[in-house]
């Protein structure tokens, strides 16, 4: 099958970005940054300038090297950083009225056709450091036929809205399909889990519901409680299109 144009996505619906490079990104963290990357050069300078006055040329030349090679590292990792920023200033994903145009951190590009997404991932990750909370982001993984798999973090603006126009798009489609996937006897795949109307697949193994005595999530994690009182556990982040998995469960297992 031939690859989607940009062209076959018909009209633009709404757009979502990263935070553009503003001035005080420059004047908040690249400015200091270059000055602390400018001070072991100067003080290379003034080292070398000393030596070069008090113990001649060969001491000159070994006092200066330490901070010029500190000060080359430091503009390297400088300039990585600022190129980082460049890069994810273009990062965007444009909903379309037929798809989706995701452009990434590395100028990658994806053109999905909404009949191309099989499933969408969502996932809130907490990081700590040394038992302390820090910030909160939240994570979109877009799955297509191929295996595909195009993640979107929360750097993204509104991504939460983004999320759920992807939703809206693609799961009353799905949501059909997998009922009468169910209906006809055969298995829904959900990622690493598998429904059917005689049980569930975890990771392969399969469980009959009368061994299953309870479903929930719980900080970010499926939670399959079974009867023998063991707990199986699978991240959300993991499992595309959980909101109908977890509907199927309610209107055609426990049913």
């Known amino acids: 099958m031939q690859a989607p144009k940009l062209h076959h996505l018909d009209s633009l619906i709404a757009s979502y970005r990263d935070r553009p490079l503003q001035w005080k990104d420059v004047l908040l963290f690249f400015l200091p940054a270059a000055l602390a990357t400018l001070a072991p050069w100067l003080y290379g300078t003034w080292r070398i300038q000393y030596a070069q006055a008090r113990f001649g040329p060969a001491a000159a030349q070994q006092w200066g090297w330490n901070w010029y090679t500190l000060s080359a590292i430091a503009l390297i990792s400088l300039l990585g950083l600022a190129l980082c920023r460049l890069q994810r200033a273009h990062r965007k994903v444009d909903v379309y009225q037929n798809g989706l145009y995701i452009q990434g951190t590395l100028g990658e590009k994806h053109i999905f056709l909404w009949r191309q997404v099989t499933g969408i991932a969502s996932a809130t990750i907490q990081y700590h450091f040394l ?6 982001r939240h994570q979109l993984t877009i799955f297509s036929p191929e295996g595909k798999a195009v993640t979107i973090d929360s750097r993204i603006k ?12 693609i799961y009353p489609k799905l949501l059909v399909q997998a009922r009468l996937q169910l209906r006809d006897g055969n298995e829904v795949p959900f990622g690493p889990l598998a429904l059917m109307v005689s049980g569930i697949k975890i990771r392969g193994r399969f469980t009959a519901w009368e061994q299953v005595s ?5 900080q970010g994690f499926l939670m399959v409680e079974f009867e023998n009182s063991k ?3 699978v991240a959300v982040r993991e499992i595309p299109n959980i909101e109908i998995f977890l509907q199927l469960i309610s209107e055609e297992v426990s049913a």
């Open 131 to 136: 038992g302390f909370r820090l910030q909160t």
């Open 158 to 169: 509104n991504a939460n809205e983004l999320s759920a126009r992807i939703k809206a798009k």
């Open 214 to 218: 309870r479903i929930h999530i719980q």
């Open 231 to 233: 707990t199986q556990k």
